[in-house]
Nanobody, 123 residues
Framework: QVQLVESGGGLVQAGGSLRLSCAAS????????MGWFRQAPGKEREFVAA????????DYADSVKGRFTISRDNAKNTVYLQMNSLKPEDTAVYYC????????????????WGQGTQVTVSS
């Protein structure tokens, strides 16, 4: 069983930065692939970024490439999403997820989801 708790969301002006964190419970965090999704009002949840258990493979949505960076610290059971050059269209609730299979994380059908953290980017 893995429990995920996101933090770090908030209100920021366009062009600003935020760093989201997702803290995971469980001693097997290091064996899980992790990801970030987001859902804007009236829209479907969409993939943002994912990282393999070792950090050796990373995937990004085209919309965030070059602006967002996903990373993980297995010693702290935490995955991060550094978001730079934020745009109003990045406004959404951001969710982290976890699964033993990276492809499942990317597909948005993982075993575990966090409760989400709100990110609002003002113009």
């Amino acid at each position: 069983q893995v429990q995920l708790v996101e933090s770090g969301g908030g209100l920021v002006q366009a062009g600003g930065s935020l760093r989201l964190s997702c803290a995971a419970s469980g001693r097997t965090f290091g064996s899980y692939a992790m990801g970030w999704f987001r859902q804007a009002p009236g829209k479907e949840r969409e993939f943002v970024a994912a990282i393999s258990w070792s950090g050796g493979r990373i995937d990004y949505a085209d919309s965030v490439k070059g602006r967002f960076t996903i990373s993980r610290d297995n010693a702290k059971n935490t995955v991060y999403l550094q978001m730079n050059s934020l745009k109003p269209e990045d406004t959404a609730v951001y969710y982290c997820n976890a699964d033993r299979i990276l492809g499942t994380v990317v597909a948005g059908t993982p075993g575990y989801w966090g409760q989400g953290t709100q990110v609002t980017v003002s113009s």
